[in-house]
């Protein structure tokens, strides 16, 4: 094993604090990354790593080790693509991506073929798992999120604004009849949706006069994960506030439909979220420059023009 694939499993044992969880994800048995590391130990001449039955951590060097490593790491993976553009290649190499699945469903797996017929060298590795991934501790080259990016410690690159629909199942709106107005609502079940089950629901929000309004509703379930936001409302429980490029596919199909269409909740911004390391390798920077692209023209092609900015204070949903 040479000293750059230590380096490497040194990294991911450092992202993951797991040596089982790194053997993992690398496809190595687990001796083998615990051999590495302590090869690569005696080769510095330094402890990185303090390793205890429950977890592993890095020391004060094992710390500056793996800054230096994620540097150097970049820079060969830059050197090793440099000359791709100019000799007409494409890219090679595995790039893992997250996001929503109505995201991934409806925008971005419908033009993928056209991207690997472009670059056949090219790996994704795509994840949908309606969970707040970790960035760097599980490895993704960038992220595509919903609502506002909090972690400072990310490079953030605006996508655009994703415009919510109010929506309803038809099941739904023939029990309870379909809401014209405001007012209305207040003979109508919502699907709560919270980050944190237990936390006060926003209830129903809407733009009124360029300010936000929210309205109590009242509501059997609450959710906080988008799938089951959306499964709520397809079961007839109640009417969902949701990213209409995550339900496109139902409300064209007719599975879902669109209620107060006047009264929509204010647009999201879409991020596309990335470590910041000092050098991106070119296939991780041409793919976010794919994303950027394609969920660009689906927003317009969806809203037909920039929505307007979302207003403070508005709460982030599936």
């Not at 490497?8 to 969880?21: C, D, G, K, M, P």
């Not at 592993?56 to 994620?70: N, P, S, W």
């Not at 990016?149 to 199942?169: E, F, H, I, K, T």
């Not at 209409?244 to 009264?263: I, K, S, T």
């Amino acid at each position: 094993m040479n000293p750059l694939e230590r380096m490497h499993i040194f990294t991911r044992v450092a992202e993951l604090a797991s040596f089982t969880q790194a053997a993992q994800a690398l496809g190595l048995p687990k001796a083998s990354a615990s051999t590495a590391i302590q090869q690569l130990e005696a080769q510095l001449g330094t402890r990185l790593l303090h390793r205890t039955t429950r977890r592993v951590q890095l020391t004060q060097d094992g710390q500056a080790c793996y800054e230096r490593c994620k540097d150097l790491l970049a820079e060969v993976d830059a050197l090793q693509s440099m000359f791709q553009q100019a000799d007409g290649a494409g890219l090679k190499g595995r790039v893992r991506i997250d996001m929503s699945t109505g995201m991934a469903r409806n925008v971005v797996v419908p033009r993928l073929p056209e991207l690997l017929r472009q670059h056949p060298g090219l790996a994704l590795e795509l994840s949908s798992t309606e969970r707040r991934v970790d960035v760097i501790r599980e490895g993704f080259d960038c992220v595509v999120r919903t609502g506002t990016v909090v972690d400072q410690s990310l490079v953030a690159r605006p996508l655009g604004m994703a415009p919510l629909a109010n929506c309803a199942s038809p099941a739904y709106l023939r029990r309870h009849g379909t809401p014209r107005a405001l007012p209305d609502l207040a003979q109508h079940q919502l699907v709560h949706f919270v980050n944190t089950l237990g936390a006060p629901p926003a209830g129903y929000e809407a733009v009124v006069d360029g300010a936000l309004v929210r309205q109590p509703m009242a509501g059997a379930i609450t959710v906080n994960n988008a799938e089951a936001y959306v499964a709520a409302c397809l079961a007839g429980l109640g009417i969902i506030q949701v990213p209409r490029l995550g339900v496109v596919d139902l409300l064209a199909r007719g599975e879902l439909v669109e209620v107060l269409p006047q009264c929509a909740a204010p647009p999201m911004p879409l991020t596309l979220v990335y470590a910041n390391r000092r050098h991106l390798p070119r296939r991780v920077r041409m793919v976010m420059d794919w994303l950027a692209e394609v969920v660009g023209a689906h927003l317009g092609a969806e809203a037909g023009l920039s929505p307007p900015p979302r207003p403070a204070g508005a709460t982030a949903k599936a």
